[in-house]
C-alpha cells in the first residue's frame, strides 16, 4: 500500500480513537458514580463506496466520578 494510504488511515483512526475516547469520557462524567457498572460498547464502521461493515464490541467498566 502507498505511503498516503497509510498516512491517510492513520489520521482518519487516530481521529476516530481520540473523539471516541472524549465522547466516553464526556458521557461517564455526565452519568455520575458508574463504580462497579459494566457498559457495552459498539462501533460500527462502514465506508462509502466499498463493501465494508465492521463491527467491533467490547466491554467499558465505569468509574467513580471526579
Do not use: C, P, W
Not at 492513520?10 to 462497579?36: H, P, Y
Not at 460498547?41 to 471526579?66: N, S
Request: glycine letters at 10%; hydrophobic letters at 35%; a negative charge.
Amino acid at each position: 500500500m502507498s505511503d498516503d494510504f497509510n498516512m491517510s488511515m492513520r489520521k482518519f483512526l487516530k481521529q476516530v480513537g481520540v473523539t471516541s475516547q472524549q465522547a466516553i469520557e464526556e458521557a461517564m462524567r455526565d452519568a455520575g458514580d458508574t463504580t462497579g457498572q459494566t457498559y457495552t460498547a459498539k462501533v460500527v464502521l462502514t465506508v462509502d463506496g466499498l463493501d465494508l461493515e465492521h463491527v467491533v464490541t467490547g466491554q467499558i467498566t465505569g468509574r467513580a466520578d471526579g
